[in-house]
């Protein structure tokens, strides 16, 4: 069973992936305040493969809709 994300990692990786660079930074270190280093790590890359899924199928429906 996968481990669930943590809300603050998504929103950390939401803010890095749509390029709001100091924002992202400050819910990263309001998150390595919680978590060890390691669960940090593998928190952000499971949270920003989420959240580069969730554009990919936004995309995809928009595009989708688009050709209706």
């Known amino acids: ?25 400050r819910r990263y270190r309001q998150l390595g305040a919680r978590i060890s280093k390691r669960e940090l790590k593998r928190q952000m890359s499971a949270a920003k493969a989420e959240v580069r899924l969730g554009l990919k199928e936004q995309t995809q429906t928009v595009a989708e809709s688009a050709v209706v």
């Open 1 to 25: 069973m996968a481990k669930k994300i943590h809300p603050l990692a998504l929103e950390a990786a939401k803010c890095f992936l749509s390029g709001d660079q100091a924002a992202g930074r």
